[in-house]
């Protein structure tokens, strides 16, 4: 693993090895000769031997990343010629074989180092043999979306889920909030602020069915100011008042039933 500090660049360089880069926090741009690319947690990006490459980390906070270089004739694959790069999602391997990668180098138990080539050697065929099974086919998401929804993953990975301001994913994604909220509604069929607060109404329906905590514990777990605000948010969207939505045997509706709010729910959890 490697930590920046916010702002922190490295010029390009060319190296004659294959290089494995993952964002464990914060995001960086990749500047090439003929391309950009954005990285951040969620995404695999491999950069073959000779091609020219620098990087540059989060301006506004420290960035750590996970990464592997490896000679041309460790790996039996054949390996794309040109950088590349993979989302890492629940219906892939991607992310546990990176976390047990970083694990064996800290760690270092013995045979680790075979262990390690066998890992990489089974990712990178995982990486270089196509589209992967996915829950559902959906088109991919602009740039400035992923680097928007990346960020807020990891805002909302532990509770309370407090509430983010489209100025502040806007700002994540470096675009203007105007441009933010049309790529939003094309994507997900609703403006960023109504669609969030859906998503997290979607987690009290969660809790008030699968847990016994008290409805005024949701609101906060969830991001609402107190009991009364869930209360009239989540009437207004379900039709039902938290209690009665908790007491029914079988709810009848769910913000989910929004295929847009369903889509956006899948990609953040």
Known sequence: MADYPPGARLPER?????????????????ATSDDHIALAPGRLLLVPP????????????????????????????????????????SEDPFAGLCAYMLWLGQTEPDGWEQQLVETLGF????????????????????SPLTLALDHLRQVWSRPPLRRVEVGELASVAL???????????????????????RVRCS???????????????????CGFADLSHLS?????LNGVAPRAYRAAITPEGSVLDDPGVRRLARLLW
Do not use: C, K, N
Request: charge should be positive; aromatic fraction near 10%; proline fraction near 11%.
């Open 123 to 142: 990712l990178l065929a995982a990486f270089v043999s196509g589209p992967l099974p996915t829950a559902e086919t959906s088109p991919a998401l602009p």
């Open 232 to 236: 009239h948010r989540f009437t207004a």
């Open 203 to 221: 987690r009290a329906e969660t809790l008030l069915i699968r847990t016994d905590l008290s409805v005024a514990t949701i609101a906060h777990q």
């Open 14 to 30: 060319t190296i004659a090895d294959f290089e494995l880069v993952w964002m464990l926090r914060g995001h960086a741009r990749i």
């Open 50 to 89: 000779d091609v020219p490459h620098g990087f540059a980390w989060d301006p506004a906070r420290p960035s750590r990343h996970g990464y592997v270089h490896f000679g041309p004739d460790t790996i039996g694959t054949d390996l794309p010629p040109h950088p590349r790069v993979r989302p890492m999602t």
């Open 175 to 197: 675009v203007s909030r105007g441009y933010f909220g049309r790529l939003f509604r094309a994507s997900f069929g609703l403006s960023p602020a109504p669609a969030l607060e």
